[in-house]
């Protein structure tokens, strides 16, 4: 099986402009998670969705959204850039919603804002 | 609130040695999952072993176990006989039933293999 997929790698953006992250899980896989990587946060849960709907939201501002189309795919979007979103954003997906089920993650997409 | 320590930022190994690697956590939740990542260079994060906290067994995957102490709240990854490979940072995460299936990580300890 294919694993998870992001798309782009890497992504330049300044401040004030807004961003979309593309997910593809692993074939079957019906939940898809979000985490955001920094040197200084550590890894951060952002959202996890689960048959097109939102299931569990992490501490981040509404500046950041996502969703998730019926063929599980998932994108993440991010408005009004700021510095501060700079970080490693990866996407991670798993059979089922339960926690027992073990995330897989992808590569990442490397975002940076100037 | 749940929350992942590991005290460890950075370890060296020799290669073919063993190595220990901590992790506690924080909990109230009687359900929940432990489990190990790696993550090298290439930023990829690869599951390395798991641990369901109903199992009094300690997890073990070819070379890399778990020491898996819940009454302290513990969970230890052993490498054995370390390869140049091995070499990444290492989390420690925690999921439990009641919090969704959100995984919670600890700062990562970095792992340095020494031919």
């Known amino acids: 099986k294919a694993g998870v997929t992001q798309t782009p790698r890497y992504l330049i953006k300044t401040r004030g402009q807004q961003v979309t992250l593309s997910c593809s899980p692993i074939?079957?896989?019906?939940?898809v998670s979000w985490y955001q990587q920094t040197p200084g946060q550590g890894l951060q849960f952002l959202f996890e969705y689960f048959s097109e709907t939102q299931r569990n939201k992490g501490n981040f501002p509404g500046r950041f959204s996502g969703r998730q189309f019926s063929n599980s795919r998932s994108e993440m979007n991010v408005s009004t850039l700021e510095l501060g979103d700079s970080a490693l954003y990866l996407c991670a997906s798993k059979p089922l919603a339960g926690a027992q089920d073990t995330q897989y993650f992808g590569p990442g997409t490397r975002l940076t804002v100037l | 609130a749940q929350t992942v320590t590991q005290s460890q930022p950075e370890m060296s190994v020799q290669e073919a040695e063993t190595v220990t690697l901590s992790c506690t956590y924080d909990?109230?939740?009687?359900?929940?999952?432990l489990f190990w990542y790696k993550q090298p260079p290439s930023r990829q994060m690869i599951l390395v072993i798991r641990q369901e906290a109903y199992k009094q067994q300690n997890a073990t995957e070819n070379r890399f176990s778990v020491n898996f102490q819940k009454a302290a709240k513990s969970f230890s990854l052993k490498i054995s006989d370390s390869q140049l490979g091995d070499a990444a940072m290492y989390f420690c995460?925690?999921?439990?039933?009641?919090?969704?299936?959100?995984?919670?990580f600890g700062e990562g300890t970095q792992l340095t293999v020494n031919p």
């Open positions: 074939s079957g896989h019906r939940s």
């Open positions: 995460a925690y999921s439990a039933q009641n919090r969704g299936s959100r995984l919670t």
């Open positions: 909990t109230s939740e009687s359900d929940y999952y």
